[in-house]
């Protein structure tokens, strides 16, 4: 953390009894013992040092909050600090009630509360808890900021040729992920089809981590008992095991972080067998700035290359200090372009369009990530998610879906394995689709290696319109010969070069246009 916090004060000012008469004399004495005997904290409303335990860690750690607060009639300010988090905080007070927010981003309260005589009742997420003035001692100790390590390339580990294809817990499971479920989501990418066409990585994110032993080693909390045969589980069925952790002390759920432990941890997960790390930039905001990133990403990725074990490096680090021209440089595979992903049209189209000023740094070995798939968590239409799947798939972007698949509808299902877009994603050219846009229609164009293009045509607006595909504006060498279209699985006529359909509100047109001497694969 970075150190102690200064508590605001404010001042009580005292009457006197002078120029009263007696009994306003008296009426104002029963006043004053009646504000000496009501606590501090109610007499000055939020104001004051507040502690209280919000919850309880999955590996049985303690995570206390502590509320530096100041109000001033209706306006609150101040900061709450956690085991990995510190924010400055901004809210409203109406009455004993009162709502927080962390961010002026937050579209709702992160604390709301009531203030009840010396406590403060609270409820955060799903927990509900009371705070009471916080005693002297009550903080957590500042950590140790580290000297950070002189900047080198890491040389290439030569992996993730094609980008990255599989599932992660986080985007419905969050804390909610164990052994078991694990196992299933496994048995079941192996029952549908998904691991043969080519979503091979399952990837723990979040929340597995224990506490540290004695020599300072990394355990799994009790919802993954046996990290190691877990892995090799998921190794018998021919895929491969992704775990999470953090350059900063703590991570996003205030698990312990990797910091100052890097090489030790890098060993660990070669030694459970692990094949794809996710390293996220949260609790590192404790101690370092931005432009700190890339020494800090350094670190690990020097650390995976002793561990001597094949591991797919993912900096997630919201697509922060420009992280496109530096994360080859620390080893990393792909990294993130953009803020968390939520299942909106909104946030989706928010996130792709993040995508376009990247596009120069994508290739074999090295992906813009423009975060994981929610693809069939509900938030969404089926027509939204086609358009999901089709945008990620021509900005060569990591397919990692998020859902539950063990509970896919058909519809889903088939989005997700449509094997003509995943042929667009997994090229070996590497090219990432770069747009232009006439209104509400947005037109992605990408390179692939037999010379042929994939074009995404998308209706960003509330009405339904027409896509136009003219395949003399698509770069491709000579004339256009066929095209074909990827979700309905048909062969489109070129009329005179040109193709026209409708095109739903929200909905995509895909194509793959070849040129003469191209035959559209099937």
């Given amino acids: 953390m970075t150190g102690s916090t200064s508590w605001k004060r404010t001042r009580v000012n005292k009457p006197t009894l ?9 009426l104002l004495c029963l006043l004053l013992i009646s504000l000496v005997l009501t606590p501090l904290a109610s007499s000055q409303g939020l104001t004051g040092k507040w502690a209280g335990l919000w919850r309880t860690l999955d590996n049985g750690e303690e995570d206390p909050m502590y509320l530096d607060l100041y109000q001033e009639g209706s306006k609150i300010t101040g900061t709450i600090t956690t085991i990995g988090h510190i924010w400055q905080v901004n809210g409203t007070a109406t009455g004993n009630r009162f709502e927080i927010f962390f961010s002026p981003r937050d579209k709702k309260p992160r604390v709301t509360g009531e203030l009840a005589g010396s406590e403060l009742h609270l409820t955060r997420e799903d927990a509900q808890f009371t705070a009471v003035a916080a ?4 903080a957590y100790p500042p950590f140790e900021h580290m000297t950070l390590p002189a900047l080198h390339d890491v040389p290439p580990n030569n992996l993730a040729a094609l980008p990255p294809m599989g599932w992660n817990s986080w985007n419905l499971f969050q804390n909610n992920i164990d052994d078991k479920t694990v196992r299933a989501i496994a048995d079941e990418m192996v029952a549908n089809g998904m691991r043969d066409a080519g979503y091979v990585y399952i990837n723990l994110d979040d929340t597995w981590e224990g506490v540290r032993d004695a020599q300072g080693n990394l355990q799994a909390n009790h919802k993954f008992p046996d990290m190691k045969g877990l892995a090799d589980y998921v190794h018998a069925r021919g895929m491969k095991l992704g775990i999470y952790s953090s350059p900063g002390p703590r991570t996003c759920a205030e698990y312990p972080g990797s910091y100052g432990n890097e090489e030790q941890d890098a060993r660990t997960f070669a030694s ?30 020097d650390a995976l290359r002793k561990a001597d074990r094949p591991v797919v490096y ?10 496109e021209t530096w994360g080859a440089k620390v080893g990393g595979n792909l990294w993130r372009t953009t803020g968390d992903i939520s299942d909106t049209w909104t946030s989706m189209i928010a996130n792709i369009e993040k995508q376009v000023p990247t596009a120069p740094y994508a290739g074999p070995g090295h992906w813009n990530d423009p975060d994981m798939l929610e693809i069939g968590n509900g938030g969404m239409t089926d027509e939204e998610y086609r358009t999901h799947m089709s945008l990620w798939a021509v900005t060569a972007s990591p397919l990692l879906a998020g859902n539950d698949i063990r509970k896919m509808s058909p519809a889903v299902k088939s989005i997700l394995l449509n094997k003509e877009v995943l042929a667009v994603d997994q090229d070996a050219l590497g090219k990432q689709a770069s747009p232009t846009r006439a209104g509400d229609v947005e037109t992605w164009v990408k390179p692939l290696a037999d010379g042929s293009v994939a074009v995404a045509v998308v209706n960003l607006g509330a009405s339904a319109t027409t896509a136009k595909v003219q395949a003399d504006k698509l770069g491709m060498p000579g004339q256009a010969f066929s095209a074909r279209d990827l979700w309905a699985h048909t062969t489109v006529p070129l009329q005179k070069g040109t193709y026209t359909a409708a095109l739903a509100s929200h909905g995509v047109v895909m194509l793959r246009v070849a040129p003469a001497n191209t035959a559209t694969k099937q």
């Fill in 135 to 138: 005693k002297p001692g009550d």
């Fill in 314 to 323: 993912s900096l997630c680090q919201y697509g922060n200090a420009k992280v």
């Fill in 272 to 301: 459970w067998g692990i094949d794809y790390l996710k390293y996220d930039w949260c609790g590192a905001r404790m101690l370092y700035k931005n432009e700190d990133m890339q020494a800090l990403y350094q670190k690990m990725g």
């Fill in 18 to 26: 002078r120029h009263y008469g007696s009994r306003s004399a008296a």
